[in-house]
């Protein structure tokens, strides 16, 4: 199954959840979201940054599962992520393979 890096920043309305119930609670949360979307977590940190508050590294069946959760979060109002599709080095290998032939601008 295709693997994702969701970046996650709380709103204060966020803030003020985690606050309240705690990281472990937000784990079960996410957990109990990708299993109902046929996903699983593989891991979820809570970090400092500018970049985002927590970076969570999950299994999905799909583009399109990935899609329909990353619209009921940013949807919440109190969370808004980012997803990037992570490649495994076989399926880079398989990419190097394919025939991609680009022609430059000006060229």
């Known amino acids: 199954m295709p693997m994702y890096l969701i970046k ?8 003020v959840g985690i606050a309240e119930k705690g990281g472990t ?9 990708l299993a109902a979307n046929g996903g699983r977590l593989e891991s979820l940190y809570f970090a400092f940054g500018d970049d985002a508050d927590v970076y969570a590294i ?3 069946s799909s583009n399109e599962a990935a899609a ?15 997803t990037v599709v992570l490649l495994t080095p076989e399926q880079i290998d398989t990419a190097a393979n394919m025939n991609a032939e680009y022609r430059k601008p000006g060229a």
Do not use: D, F
């Open 68 to 82: 329909a959760i990353a619209l009921a979060i940013n949807r919440s109002g109190a969370t808004k992520i980012s």
């Open 25 to 33: 609670a937000r784990r079960e949360a996410v957990e109990q979201l």
């Open 58 to 60: 999950c299994e999905l």
């Open 8 to 15: 996650a920043s709380y709103t204060t309305e966020g803030v």
